[in-house]
Every structure is written in structure tokens, then in C-alpha cells.
């Protein structure tokens, strides 16, 4: 029978056990001295961490989460008015009419943009309502694209600028709902493919737009 382990407050020596004095509720705990290899990493551990503490909280060496998302948004901003000038630069109510919004691709890709993000205000039909099933149309938040008026702006660049932008600080909205500021979520080339999508719906309504001059 073997005999009864030392006991102390802990082991010092590589291989000694010890039973700790303390005990409750009749519960007692071994010790035995740790590997250097465990305890070596364990305080590595520790001063990497006050380390790294220090860095990230004490100097600029280190970019912390909030300044790479702002570093990331400021970038895509700035490309997408990189991208805005480059498009401005050529874009005027002829090009957008008689050009952008008779191209089948560029009103496809026009399409598939304003299904994925108007569709909740205007309808899949333009017309800002929305069919309930029993045949009843219900009313959506947006305004009516079909219905020949145009609230702010009759003019292509007119309304490419109000889907940039959103709607202008005097509107009171549709039923209290603004649109929003789609320049923020969607690129000026976006804008202008879901502009021609909606243009080649209503042509009638930008027949006075003067055809571009022949080369």
C-alpha cells in the first residue's frame, strides 16, 4: 500500500505531488508542478497580451476595427465619385433617352437592379401598387412611375440626380416616405441603367427631349 501523499500548499519540484491543505466539504485537491514548456507559454501568453495592449490602445501603429470599416467606406466613396464625374462628364437627357434606354442590355441590367432594390416602393409594374391576391391593388410607399407626372423633375438628368440624391429637403414624401439617397448604395452606372429601365417604360413622356446632333 502506498503511502499517504505530502501534503503542502504546493509542489516545487518536477514530479512531486502534493495533496493542498486546504479542503471543503470533505473535497481535497492534488497539485503538481507544472511543465516549463506550459508554464513558459502561459507567461508569453501574458506578456504578449499587455504587449499588445499597449500598442493598440497607446500608439497609432495599429488600426482598430471602427477606423478600417471608416478607411473602407471613405475608399468606395471615393470611387464612387470618381466614378460619378467620369459618368456626369458624358452623360446628358439625349444619351440617356436615345442611346442608354434603347440598349436591351443596359436596360436588362437596368431591370435587374431596380427588381432588386425599387420594387418595395414602386411596384414590379411601376405603378406603386401592389396586388393583393384577391384581385385588390394595395398602395406601396413610392410614387407611380407610369402614370405621366412627375413630381420633381421631368428631364432624365433631372430625376438621375433624384435618385442620387434622394428626395430634395422641401419633399414632405409619399405618404411620409422619402426615397432615399440610392447613390450611397448603388453606383452612377446603376443609377443610369435603372433610369434608362424606367425611361424605356414611359418613352412617350421624353419625346421633347432633343435627338443628339449626327456626327
Given amino acids: 500500500m502506498s503511502a499517504d501523499p505530502k501534503r503542502g500548499r504546493f509542489a516545487k519540484a518536477k514530479g512531486e505531488i502534493i495533496l493542498r491543505e486546504h479542503e471543503f466539504d470533505g473535497i481535497q485537491e492534488y497539485d503538481q508542478k507544472l511543465p516549463n514548456w506550459w508554464l513558459f507559454t502561459f ?88 396586388d393583393d391576391g384577391k384581385g385588390k391593388k394595395i398602395p406601396l410607399p413610392g410614387l407611380p412611375l407610369t402614370d405621366h407626372q412627375w413630381k420633381f423633375s421631368d428631364k432624365p438628368m433631372g430625376l438621375f440626380n433624384l435618385i442620387n440624391k434622394g428626395s430634395p429637403p422641401e419633399s414632405t414624401g409619399n405618404n411620409g416616405a422619402k426615397m432615399e439617397a440610392w447613390g450611397q448604395k448603388l453606383s452612377p452606372v446603376e443609377i443610369a441603367q435603372v433610369l434608362s429601365y424606367v425611361i424605356s417604360k414611359v418613352p412617350a413622356d421624353f419625346k421633347d427631349i432633343p435627338k443628339p446632333a449626327a456626327n
Avoid: M
Fill in 43 to 130: 507567461y508569453g501568453a501574458i506578456v504578449f497580451f499587455v504587449g499588445y495592449w499597449f500598442v493598440y490602445y497607446g500608439t497609432s501603429l495599429l488600426t482598430n476595427p471602427q477606423q478600417a470599416v471608416q478607411e473602407k467606406i471613405l475608399a468606395v466613396q471615393a470611387v464612387q465619385l470618381k466614378e460619378l464625374n467620369k459618368l456626369l462628364a458624358d452623360l446628358n437627357d439625349s444619351k440617356l433617352v436615345y442611346e442608354l434606354a434603347t440598349n436591351p442590355l443596359y436596360v436588362a441590367a437596368g431591370q435587374a437592379t431596380f427588381t432588386k432594390n425599387c420594387v418595395p416602393c414602386h411596384g414590379v409594374d411601376l405603378s406603386a401598387t401592389q
